[in-house]
């Protein structure tokens, strides 16, 4: 069983930087990628970044284009996405998720993941 909660979100004006936080709660997790989706309304949810619990191998939607890092801290069971510069087009609840298996890599897809958090609204003023 897998539990997640995120924290972090809220307003900022573009061109700021937010910083996501994701407290994992896990028993016998044997998953390979932690990550960060979002979504709008309307809208399908999409890859953010993910980092492997294995060897820290990462994936980062192309969107990001060099803005966004994640990281992990082993000590705390704590998921992180620090973001910078945050355009308009950044504004989404944003979601903490991990995947059940640890034998494939990442696609980005929300449906190789299957726990997930409640979500954390940041939005982005022009």
């Known amino acids: 069983q897998v539990q997640l909660v995120e924290s972090g979100g809220g307003s900022v004006q573009a061109g700021g930087s937010l910083r996501l936080s994701c407290t994992v709660s896990?028993?016998?997790?044997?998953?390979?990628?932690m990550g960060w989706f979002r979504q709008a309304p309307g809208k399908e949810r999409e890859g953010v970044a993910a980092v492997s619990r294995f060897d820290g191998s990462t994936y980062y939607g192309d969107f990001v284009k060099g803005r966004f890092n994640i990281s992990r801290d082993k000590t705390k069971n704590m998921l992180f996405l620090q973001m910078n510069s945050l355009n308009h087009a950044d504004t989404d609840m944003y979601y903490c998720?991990?995947?059940?298996?640890?034998?494939?890599?990442?696609?980005?897809?929300?449906?190789?993941?299957?726990?997930w958090g409640q979500g954390t609204q940041v939005t982005v003023s022009s």
């Open positions: 998720a991990a995947d059940r298996t640890p034998f494939r890599g990442c696609s980005g897809s929300p449906a190789q993941f299957s726990y």
């Open positions: 896990a028993y016998k997790y044997r998953g390979k990628y």
